[in-house]
């Protein structure tokens, strides 16, 4: 295959390394535009337009920012990246520099740079530093702003033009493109790792391509429209979601556990009520969340589109981590219950003795009276 790649050559192409961050529980996203209206140009919301008349419509749609060049040191060499941001309703900012691929650069130099980019922590850190600039000149639109330590990553190389192969076929054939896709290099992968990554390949015209894989994806689209582009990091942000959530209700539920367990120890001095209440709130909370996510895509006529967007979904085990969400809620759920009970017992005990004192009260009054 080394002799084919080397007949291969981008002749027009952008690598986007896409960082994604959770900022905030929420973002009001017409306030962001409000306070952004002092730098015109660098707003825009987000629109899918690969079919004329066809399209899929993201409810409430992400703002698109500008944010200039970024310097990104990777290996020995500095790539200067046109750097764009993404700011979702859920709480969620997509940074992603895109560096153009220099013209007449073969597949295996391709492969080289696709390696020193997976090793690069100057991308983590220099997006991490833009996110943080960005939240604090959104800060009036952030609802309960907060940071969470980790962070999600997706490369796509996006092809426009290439020199070499005419059709997705041909390019398959002659490309090691499983190789690119894991920014593999040193090694032979074997045939089960290369079957597993080629089973997410699909082509709307003969001259186009696009392979999803769990951490990159080649998409190879001579419009240079990024519609796709588009639809892939959108379910980026619901694997980030997915895992600050997970990773949230995790911390929630030892949070819980522990106070139950501090409460049980003081012995009758037992607020459930507290614990009750916090419980209820974070499973409407991540119901709402749920909710949201299932409803924030809208297929309209372009089903292509569509049908990406649920490879990627799958490919990333977004299922997986909805379900471990799910049966966590569930858990709060019981846990509610539980907490529930224990308070109404805790009012009949409360009920029952003020009963008791009533009727004491009473027989020894009527006592009294008496002598």
């Excluded at 079957?195 to 392979?211: C, K, P």
Aim: hydrophobic share 45%.
């Amino acid at each position: 295959m080394s002799s084919g790649q080397n007949a291969i050559r981008i002749k027009k192409g952008t690598i986007l390394l896409y960082r994604i961050f959770d900022i905030a529980e929420e973002i009001d996203l017409g306030r962001v535009e409000s306070l952004l209206t002092q730098s015109p140009g660098t707003q825009e919301r987000l629109r899918l337009t690969r079919i004329p008349g066809q399209s899929i419509v993201i409810r409430n749609a992400p703002v698109h920012l500008q944010l200039g060049e970024t310097p990104i040191l990777a290996g020995a060499r500095e790539y200067i990246a046109d750097t764009h941001a993404k700011v979702w309703d859920y709480g969620v900012v997509s940074i992603v520099f895109q560096i153009p691929i220099a013209e007449g650069t073969t597949w295996e130099q391709l492969l080289h740079q696709a390696s020193i980019f997976e090793l690069a922590n100057e991308v983590d850190v220099s997006a991490r530093k833009r996110s943080e600039e960005l939240a604090r000149a959104i800060a009036p639109a952030l609802q309960r702003p907060g940071e969470w330590a980790g962070l999600e990553d997706y490369t796509i190389y996006f092809l426009e033009t290439i020199e070499g192969a005419a059709t997705g076929e041909e390019l398959l054939a002659k490309a090691d493109i499983p190789a690119l896709i894991l920014a593999e290099t040193d090694r032979n992968l074997s045939s089960l790792n290369r079957d597993s990554i080629l089973e997410n390949t699909y082509q709307y015209r003969g001259n186009d391509l696009t392979v999803i894989d769990w951490n990159s994806a080649i998409v190879w689209e001579p419009s240079g429209q990024r519609d796709i582009a588009d639809v892939l990091e959108f379910a980026v942000t619901h694997l980030m979601e997915m895992r600050y959530y997970d990773d949230l209700i995790d911390r929630r539920l030892t949070l819980l556990y522990d106070s139950i367990e501090a409460q049980r120890q003081r012995r009758g001095k037992m607020p459930f009520w507290k614990l009750s209440h916090e419980a209820s709130s974070r499973y409407i909370e991540f119901s709402e969340f749920i909710g949201r996510v299932e409803n924030s895509l809208k297929v309209v006529g372009d089903f292509y589109l569509a049908r990406i967007f649920r490879a990627a979904v799958r490919r990333f085990r977004v299922p997986d981590w909805q379900s471990s969400i799910s049966r966590k809620m569930g858990i709060l759920a019981q846990v509610s219950e539980l907490l529930q009970g224990e308070i109404n017992t805790q009012r009949s005990m409360i009920m029952e003795i003020i009963v008791i004192g009533l009727i004491a009260f009473e027989v020894v009054n009527s006592l009294l009276q008496v002598h």
